[in-house]
């Protein structure tokens, strides 16, 4: 505090020195000097409070295992905080809401194992300390019991982080990172999906094209829709392809895939046909999109090149007279 009294009197002190002939721009100025430490007063413990922060790899999981079998895998946990973090590990099921990107958490069913269950971690339930920059590596197993049910179950383990210097923190709730738990149980259950649509600009006078599907799970499995995007001139000659990048898609669930085209030089119509296919390999629908090229810039430069050599050219027949002379 005693440093910014210091701050502060000298700055009214130069102030009053100031070769300033107008009085109340010498008020102005002392003002806003005063403005300006209120406000290093305030935000000064904002800026050098600690906060806490975790940093997770990998952030999902996918396995496909039979009933009964165990998988293992490693999550690679980091305090990116400022402070010494408590960390407590949960584990949590959740559900896919349908025709959406989004999850929704839900509680156990009485009777029923799930991922919850099936996931255990090889680090204490009432959390660990974790210092600043600290990396640990905490293994994990999945275990499907006998009995597991055919299709997709899904979970996440999440990792809360509060501030370990402070007691009260405790109570709560701080930065929290989750890993994704995706099991598919092989047995009665279908990866089956829809294009909800498909469709990219109109009218485009140079690429890249930028393609955009909608995918639908209609399906009772996530799986990453894969597929390949071809484009026909107007002689239906192929000119390019672009592939869907697959993403996962949880069943009734949908969601916007975004596909690039790095085309070069375009005139014209084209047509766009994308297929997407299931994870085995199986065509699951088919889709158009037409578009038109036009590169008005290339045009109007080309237009405006040849204006020019016109000017020049009835320039140069205006003040030069070519003459053919023969020797005898």
């Known amino acids: 505090m005693g440093y910014h009294v210091r701050v502060l009197s000298c700055l009214r002190h130069n102030i009053q020195n100031m070769n300033i002939k107008s009085k109340y721009l010498k008020h102005c100025i002392a003002y806003l000097a005063a403005v300006s430490f209120g406000l290093a007063l305030i935000l000064s413990p904002i800026v050098s409070k600690a906060d806490t922060g975790l940093t997770v790899q990998p952030v999902k999981v996918l396995y496909?295992?039979?009933?009964?079998?165990?998988?293992?895998?490693?999550?690679?946990?980091?305090?990116?905080?400022?402070?010494?973090?408590?960390?407590?590990?949960?584990?949590?099921?959740?559900?896919?809401?349908?025709?959406?990107?989004?999850?929704?958490?839900?509680?156990?069913?009485?009777?029923?194992?799930?991922?919850?269950?099936?996931?255990?971690?090889?680090?204490?339930?009432?959390?660990?300390?974790?210092?600043?920059?600290?990396?640990?590596?905490?293994?994990?197993?999945?275990?499907?019991?006998k009995d597991a049910e055919p299709g997709s179950h899904f979970g996440v383990i999440l990792f809360r982080a509060t501030d370990a210097s402070n007691a009260s923190q405790a109570l709560k709730v701080g930065t929290q990172v989750g890993v994704l738990v995706l099991v598919t149980i092989p047995g009665n259950h279908l990866e089956q999906g829809k294009i909800g649509s498909f469709k990219t600009a109109g009218f485009v006078q140079k690429g890249p094209i930028s393609f955009d599907l909608l995918f639908?799970?209609?399906?009772?499995?996530?799986?990453?829709?894969?597929?390949?995007?071809?484009?026909?001139?107007?002689?239906?000659?192929?000119?390019?392809?672009?592939?869907?990048?697959?993403?996962?898609?949880?069943?009734t669930g949908s969601r916007d895939i975004n596909i690039s085209w790095p085309a070069n030089f375009l005139l014209g119509p084209y047509t766009a046909s994308v297929s997407v296919?299931?994870?085995?390999?199986?065509?699951?629908?088919?889709?158009?999109?037409?578009?038109?090229?036009?590169?008005?810039?290339?045009?109007?430069?080309?237009?405006?090149?040849?204006?020019?050599?016109?000017?020049?050219?009835v320039f140069l027949k205006k003040k030069v007279n070519f003459s053919v002379s023969l020797k005898k």
């Open 216 to 251: 639908e799970n209609t399906g009772t499995a996530y799986f990453q829709p894969q597929g390949t995007v071809t484009i026909k001139n107007i002689f239906g000659r192929v000119v390019g392809t672009a592939p869907v990048n697959g993403q996962i898609v949880l069943p």
């Open 277 to 313: 296919y299931n994870s085995g390999g199986d065509l699951i629908g088919t889709a158009n999109a037409r578009f038109f090229a036009l590169p008005i810039w290339y045009i109007v430069s080309a237009i405006i090149v040849l204006i020019a050599l016109y000017l020049i050219f």
């Open 64 to 145: 496909t295992i039979n009933p009964g079998q165990t998988v293992t895998g490693t999550i690679t946990l980091t305090n990116a905080g400022s402070s010494q973090a408590l960390v407590t590990p949960t584990v949590q099921d959740f559900v896919p809401l349908a025709n959406s990107t989004n999850i929704s958490f839900v509680g156990k069913a009485p009777g029923v194992t799930s991922v919850e269950d099936w996931v255990g971690l090889t680090v204490p339930p009432q959390g660990f300390e974790l210092n600043i920059n600290e990396t640990r590596q905490i293994n994990f197993t999945i275990t499907a019991p």
